[in-house]
Antibody, heavy 121, light 108 residues
């Protein structure tokens, strides 16, 4: 059973960079069958896809966030990470990491429990 | 940017059938997926590839597709099915993932 666990600061100041890590257990980020993704959900609102990465480092980002997002993978630690720069209050959300199956339209079969990140001074 | 449109809310009585729709121009070309999200929990995949059900998901959950609309049907709704439901697909190129706005299912 694959498990994903998000970790990182719960509070980030405006204009700074949000950094989160997802640790995968019960599976390998180096598996060629899957991609690995970040998704967020502002309080009381819907889901927003941020981007995904392949073990090779190939990425695909949401065009609306692309200029501020970097997703990276560390196969030695079985982790992947998210960096979101120049954050504002609008970036306050629960951030989820998830495993992606890419078959025509990509979809998410395993999710982490999510971590709340608040942007505030 | 591409959008998927869902009704904000659907209400049904226990034992009845709930139908939640999701509309998008690229749906004839791209598969749709459905997720159930209960308060304080991560989403759970309940339908993939328009109509396939993952193992462990009750048979009362089913999906269908017709043109630019996909539908999640929950037959014999139970109190435990009260949740938010999100459809998800991709744009016509298949590279950009998109979620619908979500539908709150209330079991009366």
């Amino acid at each position: 059973q694959v498990q994903l666990q998000e970790s990182g600061p719960g509070l980030v100041k405006p204009s700074e960079t949000l950094s989160l890590t997802c640790t995968v257990s019960g599976g390998s980020v180096s598996s060629g069958s899957y991609y690995w993704s970040w998704i967020r959900q502002p309080p009381g609102k819907g889901l927003e896809w941020i981007g995904y990465i392949y073990y090779s480092g190939s990425t695909n980002y949401n065009p609306s966030l692309k200029s501020r997002v970097t997703i990276s993978v560390d196969t030695s630690k079985n982790q992947f990470s998210l960096k979101l720069s120049s954050v504002t209050a609008a970036d306050t959300a629960v951030y989820y990491c998830a495993r992606v199956i890419v078959v025509a339209a990509p979809f998410f079969d395993y999710w982490g429990q999510g971590t709340l990140v608040t942007v505030s001074s | 940017s591409y959008e998927l449109t869902q009704p904000p809310s659907v209400s049904v009585s226990p034992g009845q059938t709930a139908r939640i729709t999701c509309s998008g121009d690229a749906l004839p070309k791209q598969y749709a997926y459905w997720y159930q999200q209960k308060p304080g929990q991560a989403p759970v995949l309940v339908i993939y590839k328009d109509s396939e059900r993952p193992s462990g998901i009750p048979e009362r959950f089913s999906g269908s597709s017709s043109g630019t609309t996909v539908t999640l049907t929950i037959s014999g709704v139970q109190a435990e099915d009260e949740a938010d439901y999100y459809c998800q697909s991709a744009d016509s190129s298949g590279t950009s993932v998109v979620f619908g706005g979500g539908t709150k299912l209330t079991v009366l």
